[in-house]
């Protein structure tokens, strides 16, 4: 198996995780946050729908520098959960497309992620993939996750049965 194939299996798993998460955000609590320094949940669900969007940057770009980043940061408006649903759509495309274009060559090649003289990472595109996509996305989704039990919203079963949902493989 090439490296895109790997990391496609891993893929369609979180971003199907993502998007079972998003189907039950709320329209009516977009400035919820159960702290004060956390993210507020429509923000926070723009943030999940727009991560695949910094993937795909990851495997386009040579390299980034958010001090100087000639990609515009992404809107993390919240408008309605379908537009939330709609942004993850767009974006984990974009992303899985040039995730199945990417040569095994080019995932092992470096990718430099700095804030100005900041060195934040200097890893394989494919370990950066993993750990600024992947994780990143992992994390936030589950943060979310939290939200909805705060909000005695039902968790969806994502990885094994949550309190409210028995697991299949989706």
Not at 1 to 29: C, V, W
Not at 139 to 160: E, F, K, M, N
Not at 162 to 167: G, L, M, T, V
Request: aromatic share 10%; with cysteine; proline share 5%.
């Amino acid at each position: 198996m090439t490296i895109a194939e790997i990391l496609l299996l891993d893929y369609d798993q979180e971003i199907s995780n993502t998007r079972r998460t998003l189907e039950r955000i709320p329209e009516d609590k977009p400035d919820w946050a159960p702290h004060a320094k956390s993210f507020k949940m429509g923000k926070l669900s723009m943030h999940c729908a727009t991560i695949p969007l910094f993937g795909y940057y990851i495997l386009e770009d040579d390299g980034m520098d958010m001090a100087n980043s000639k990609r515009k940061h992404a809107d993390l408006t919240f408008t309605t959960t379908a537009a939330a649903l709609a942004a993850l759509d767009e974006n984990a495309a974009k992303c899985r497309a040039v995730i199945s274009a990417t040569s095994d060559e080019a995932f092992l090649k470096p990718w430099k992620f700095s804030f100005g003289e900041h060195l934040i990472s200097h890893d394989s595109r494919a370990a950066s993939f993993r750990k600024l996509c992947f994780d990143h996305l992992i994390h936030h989704t589950s943060q979310l996750g939290v939200y909805l039990r705060l909000l005695d919203i039902p968790v969806p079963a994502l990885y094994g049965p949550s309190a409210d949902e028995q697991w299949s493989p989706k």
